[in-house]
């Protein structure tokens, strides 16, 4: 089953920051090696992945489901929230704290601007709203990491 049409993660490298330790991790939350911008006259850089085979988004999933663990549900249920239409598709997003990503590898979700941010392009049939919903549902919810 495809889950999603493409995956988007990303990492702002903020002054004071190391951009190679934010490198690294992008590179080992996403199997990819991160495109680095610079951000207009600063010395911010923003660091992107985006995964579009679907072998590469479906090993990104399952270690993304796993790092959730138990906070899975706290995803479904806030999926109304975390899901908007762009242009007739269905985005979701997920923020991961970003301090506890670099120093332990760990998942940890957050409403804070400092994340790993994650935008999953769902495939959902009927590009309805409530489709979505249930597909996220399936992906997060009842923990079938095996079935992705």
Excluded at 81 to 109: A, C, P, Q, T
Aim: proline residues 1%.
């Amino acid at each position: 089953m495809r889950w999603v049409h493409k995956i988007t993660a990303t990492m702002l490298a903020r002054e004071g920051d190391v951009v190679e330790e934010i490198r690294q991790a992008l590179k080992e939350f996403t199997g990819e090696e991160p495109k680095v911008e610079n951000i207009e006259e600063s010395e911010r850089k923003l660091l992107t992945v985006e995964l579009k085979k679907e072998s590469q988004q479906n090993d990104f999933l399952k270690k993304m489901v796993a790092g959730l663990g138990e906070q899975g549900a706290l995803v479904v249920a806030q999926a109304e929230s975390r899901l908007h239409e762009e242009e007739r598709d269905w985005n979701f997003y997920i923020r991961l704290d970003k301090k506890e990503y670099l120093e332990g590898r760990r998942m940890v979700l957050t409403d804070s601007g400092n994340c790993v941010h994650v935008k999953l392009m769902l495939a959902a049939y009927p590009k309805k709203r409530e489709a979505a919903i249930a597909l996220v549902g399936r992906l997060f919810g009842s923990l079938v990491k095996k079935n992705i």
